[in-house]
Structures are given as C-alpha cells and as structure tokens.
C-alpha cells in the first residue's frame, strides 16, 4: 500500500477582492437600465482607474471635499459650479472611507481624550435635533452640512497618518485661500459684489455663503496660518515656501478688503503667534504689537464703513447690533439651559427673545453666544472645555516635536506650528464670528488629534494614547 502524495491545503478565498467589484457592476448595470445613454459607456471606461485612484487616495478625496465644502471654490469660480464637484467629491470620500474601514482593514481608528469630548458635543446637538423649537430648521442644517462635517472630522484625524499627509494639507489649504483671496482681491478693484460700497464679497449674486463679508474674512483667515508656516519654516522646500511667501500677502490684503473687525482680530492674532515665538524681546513685541494694530486698523479703513464707522458716535450700529444679539442668545439659554434652541435655530428665534426688535432677524455673529442659544449652557460648557482641550493638547505637541533630540520631518513642524496658530487666532475671532458649527474649528480639531497621535506613535512610540 502506498501512501498518497501529501497535498497542500488550499487557503481561504479572500472574497472581499471581489466584493466592490461586483457592487460596482451592478450599480452600473442598474444605470444603464434607467439610463441608456452613450456617455455611460465612458464613464465606464474610465471607472476602473477612477475606482483605483479612489481606494489609492481615500486622504486626498477626503480634504479636497472638505476643501470644496469650506472654500466654497466652486462658487469662487461658478465656471465649474453645474459640474456638481462637492457632490461627487462625498461620493467618492464616503466610499474610499467605507471600503477602508469596514472591508479592507488599512485603516486603523485610534481614539484619543478630544475625540471623547468633541464626540459628547455633537451627541449633545443630535439630541437637541427633535427638541429644536424649529425641528425642520435643525434637522435641514444637520442633514446638508453638519453631519458631514462630524464624518470628516474622524477621517482626517484617521487618514492624516504619514508626514506626506500633513505637507499635503498645508499645501491645498494655502493655495485655497490664494485663489480665494485672489478674487476677492479682483472683486474689490472691480467693485463687484460690495457691501455698504466697500467691503467685499465673493458670490453674492449666485447667493453664495462668501456672499457676506464676515463670512469670507473667515474663510479668507483660516489659511493664513498655513501660508506663514510655510513661508517661515525651514526645509519645507522652495516651492512651498514659495507658496507660503505669494499668499500671505494676498490673504493679508483680502482679510482687510473685508473690513471685517473679527477677521481682522484673527489675523492679527495668527501674526502675533509667529512674532511671539521668534522675538526674544517681549517688551519689543509688545510695542511693535501695538503699533501695527492701529496701522491695520487704519489700512483696513473700518472708520469709513456705512455700519459701525466713526460716521455713528457713540456705540456705533454694529456693535449695537451685536450686543442686542448677544442678550437674545442669553435669553435662548435661559429659557432652556439643556439643549437650547436648536441647531441653527437662532436667526428664527430672534424675534422671540430680542428686546430690540428692528424688523429683522439679525444673526448671532459670535461663536461662543451662538453655541449657548442652539445647545444651551450645557453644550457651551463642553465646546469650551474642548477648545481648552485643544489648546493643551497643540501646545504640548508643538514642545514636544522641538524638544525632541532627533531631527523631526519639518512638514511635521510647520504644520504643528500652523494648527496651533490658527487654533488661537480661530479663538480669538470667535467673539466676533460665527464659527461653532463651520468647519474650521473642527479642521483644526482634526489636525491637532493626527499631530498629536503621530508624534506619539512616532517619536515617542507611546500607545496609551490610542485604544
């Protein structure tokens, strides 16, 4: 009797390989069922590279759409507007997301104590939905935007896993806001699209959110941050520094064509971060500090806007207006300390809790009082103490990567400077903008949990950081 041949057992088909696949073909198939059209059969060609650039790039997809959803960029440009990029940018981010997550296993999610409390805030706004005095308003709000901003914000603290990551976010957000601040710039020369004949815009015919001048201060002063870092840090490399030093003065000019008294303050603050750290002499700081905020103030001619110019003695009309929004939203939180009024409840509550009632509902135009009228006492309490949070959790990582003997890879350090800087000066302009429930501070957030869950896992190869 001879023995047979041992034969080796075969292994396990992974069949993941061929699941998105197979979803893929019938998603078409089921398209061409309903849509015949010949233009289909290139989008089938294309698809397969499409798909593999896809599952290749989940990061890039993910910050161009955030990039796309914030800069507003196709509204800056409406050449690209019907081209529907946002909603194909979700599509394609919230897939890649998906497949990495749930089938292939590449990404691995860590959790850190910010997550933890900035988690608890948005539990606190879901909740709040169904106890909105405007259910439909909050629920429109969160259904368009914000729950895309929750999603993104985990998948940039996710995603952001490699020094190429955060060089890669530095550059895109710097040269957004370029292009961003170019057109204003143009939009100004031009007279386009002006408030009260001198404050620029961008895209107010189209009803664009840019379209207020506050808003596009914001937009305009979150990459000023990044534009500084690259052009002051070392070993960035001389293209990036190039970008750095074309855009700074660009989005300097553009923040101040805004005449906006919260972006300006943003600004200056982001400045007086780099100066601070650079100059040995603090009593020097100080000094120049001073000067060049009466000479912005100056240049950015607030004395000569229609609203809250030296026209108006006293309190002038735009202070006025916020103080009177102000005690609305106090009044809001009042009335209900636990949830508030809802999400992006407060423009149609105004009437209801202003003691200055004009004919128009007027916007909160701060951060702090809008987060208390929409979540109430509770939910500020836990934004605040994630924004202390994150402040820490910035500056101790920014000490560490300088304190650290080995030379640390300088995308790293620019951008740990960068999202420390705009951390304080997004804080700081927060008294005066509305930012609670936008997407920079939640950027930020992002970025300061992968800074920090990098230098962790990467200098310092310390896993009580993450589960």
Known sequence: MTDKPLTSIPEKPNTRVW???LLAISALSLVWYFLPHPALIVVIGIMPFALLFTLKQPFLLVLCFVIFSFFRIHEVFPQIYNFKIPLLLSMASLGALFWHLALSAKITPYWRPELSAISLFFLLVIIGLPLASNRAVAIAYFSAIYWKIIVMTFAIAWLSRRAQDFALASRLITLSGLLVGIVAL??????????EETRVTIGRAIGSVLGDP???????MFPVAFAL???????????????GLISTPILFFAVIATQ???GLLGIMSIYAVFAYRRMASKMLFFGLGGAASMLVFLLAGISERSSGGAAEGGIDQSAMGRLYAWEAATGMAQHNPLSGVGLNNFYSNYFYYSQHWDGLNHAVHSTWFGVLAETGFLGLSVFLA?????????????????AHPLPVDPAIHATAQAVLAGLLGTVISATFLTQGFTWPIYILLALVVAL????DTHLFDSPSSSD
């Not at 100004?188 to 002006?194: C, E, F, P, R, T």
Request: aromatic share 4%; glycine share 10%.
């Open 260 to 262: 906006s008294r919260g």
């Open 386 to 402: 994630t924004i202390g949070l994150l402040i820490k959790t910035a500056l101790q990582t920014l000490k560490r990567i300088e």
């Open 214 to 220: 506050n808003d596009l201060a914001l937009v305009l």
């Open 19 to 21: 699941l998105f696949p």
């Open 186 to 195: 143009s939009n100004k020369a031009q007279g386009i699209g002006l408030v």
């Open 229 to 243: 870092s690259l052009m002051l840090s070392k070993g960035v490399g001389r293209l990036n520094t190039a970008l």
């Open 452 to 455: 920090a869950q990098w230098v």
